[in-house]
C-alpha cells in the first residue's frame, strides 16, 4: 500500500464516520448505516497457538475494538472448520469470509503465490515489507489472487526461521542424501535436488513424526514456536541459518464479494489492521525467540549448530536453479519474480552496508 492510499483510506474512514454520525447514507460502498458484519475465518495454525495463530486472533480483536463492534470475526484453528491447507479455497468459493496462512501452501496450485512469503536467500522481513508496500509488490499479490475472487493482506512476518531440527548430524552435502525432512515451499524442492525426500505437514502433525522417526528432520520456524511444539524433545542438533526462510510473510485473505460489502470505513480499518499486526509480530518474534533461544542454550540435550558453509553454498546454488526454472515455465512467476529480484538487487546493497555492516560490527 502507498502511503498516499493509506492516508486516502483514513480521510474516508473519517469521513463516513461523519456520515454515521449525521445518520445519513452518504452514498459511498454498499453498506447501509450502522450494518454490522459477522464473519468466519479459517487458518493454517494450531488454535491460538503462540504467534502464528495468534495473528488472527489480533485482527479480529482489533478490528472489533476499532469499529465499535460493527465487524466480528470468528477465528478458527486449522481442522476446526476446514483442513489447514484448505483455507484458500474455502475463502475462493465463499464458504467462510476470512482466512489466515501463508502463501507457500498454494504451491501447485498458483505457484506465483510463493513470492509473497519466501524464496530460499531471498528477502527478509524487513526487505518483504519494504518491497509489499512501497515497491510494487502488494499490487502484483492482489492481481494475482483476482481471479480466485480473494483479496490478500500481508499480515504477519516471523522473521529469518532457523535451518531445522535434525537427528542426523549434517557435516558434508552427502549428509542430506536420503533425509526426509518436512519442508514446504521451494525449501522443500531445493532439498529434493539436494538428495532428500521434503514432506508437508502442517505443524500440529510435526512433533509425532519427528519423534516416532517418520521425519528425521523438520523445520518450523524459530527458538519461540520450535519450542511451543517441544520440537527440542524430538531431535538433537538444531541447525542455523533458516536459508528456506529468511523472512515469510503470513497473509490475510479476504473472499472478494465479503470485502467489496464493507463501507470504506470498515475497509480501513481491516487493511490498517492488518498491517499493524505484521509490525506486532516483528516485535513479538524478537522478543519471544530470544526468550526461548536463552532457554534451549541451557539444554544439555541439544546442539545448536551453523549448516556447514559446503552445505549452504550447495542449497544456495540450487536454490537458484529452482527459482529461476520456476520463472522460466510458469509466466505469472516470471512477472512477479523479476519484479521481486529487481526489488532485492537494490535492497540488498543497503542492507549489506547497513544491518548486515552494523550486526558484524557490534559482534556480541
Ligand atoms: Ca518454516
Not at 210 to 222: K, P, R, S
Request: charge should be negative; charged fraction near 20%.
Amino acid at each position: 500500500m502507498k502511503r498516499r492510499e493509506f492516508v486516502g483510506g483514513l480521510a474516508a474512514a473519517a469521513s463516513l464516520t461523519a456520515c454515521a454520525q449525521e445518520q445519513k447514507d452518504c452514498g459511498d460502498g454498499t453498506a447501509t448505516v450502522g450494518e454490522t458484519f459477522e464473519w468466519s475465518c479459517v487458518t493454517s495454525w494450531p488454535p491460538k497457538f503462540p504467534g502464528l495463530g495468534m495473528a488472527p486472533e489480533n485482527v479480529a480483536t482489533a478490528i472489533e475494538a476499532a469499529s465499535g463492534g460493527r465487524i466480528k470475526v470468528k477465528v478458527y484453528g486449522a481442522g476446526e472448520l476446514v483442513p489447514a491447507f484448505e483455507v484458500f479455497d474455502a475463502v475462493s468459493r465463499g464458504t467462510v469470509e476470512m482466512g489466515h496462512g501463508a502463501s507457500y501452501y498454494h504451491k501447485g496450485k498458483l505457484d506465483a503465490a510463493q513470492f509473497f512469503t519466501a524464496i530460499p536467500f531471498g528477502m527478509t522481513n524487513t526487505e518483504l515489507n519494504g518491497w509489499m508496500y512501497y515497491g510494487g509488490g502488494l499490487e502484483l499479490y492482489r492481481e494475482l489472487y483476482e481471479p480466485f475472487n480473494l483479496v490478500p493482506f500481508p499480515t504477519g512476518n516471523t522473521g529469518v526461521q532457523m535451518g531445522g531440527w535434525f537427528n542426523k548430524e549434517i557435516n558434508v552435502i552427502d549428509d542430506l542424501k536420503g533425509l526426509k525432512m518436512r519442508i514446504p515451499g521451494l525449501g522443500g524442492e531445493v532439498l529434493r535436488r539436494a538428495g532428500g525426500t521434503p514432506v508437508t505437514l502442517p505443524g500440529a502433525e510435526i512433533f509425532t513424526a519427528l519423534q516416532t522417526g517418520a521425519i528425521d528432520a523438520t523445520e518450523w520456524v524459530g527458538p519461540y514456536n520450535d519450542s511451543s511444539f517441544g520440537l527440542h524433545k524430538a531431535a538433537r542438533y538444531y541447525y542455523y541459518p533458516g536459508w528456506q526462510e529468511p523472512g515469510p510473510g503470513l497473509e490475510t485473505i479476504i473472499n472478494k464479494a465479503a470485502w467489496e460489502s464493507l463501507p470504506a470505513d470498515l475497509q480501513a480499518i481491516v487493511e490498517t489492521t492488518c498491517q499493524a499486526v505484521t509490525t506486532d509480530m516483528a516485535a513479538e518474534y524478537t522478543n519471544g525467540n530470544a526468550m526461548s533461544l536463552a532457554q534451549l542454550q541451557q539444554d544439555e540435550n541439544i546442539e545448536i549448530r551453523p549448516f556447514p558453509q559446503e552445505v549452504l553454498a550447495l542449497l544456495k546454488s540450487i536454490s537458484k536453479d529452482v527459482v529461476e526454472e520456476l520463472m522460466a515455465t510458469d509466466p505469472a512467476s516470471a512477472k512477479i519474480g523479476k519484479a521481486y529480484f529487481d526489488f532485492l538487487e537494490k535492497a540488498s546493497a543497503n542492507s549489506r552496508i547497513s544491518e548486515k555492516a552494523y550486526l558484524a560490527a557490534r559482534d556480541y
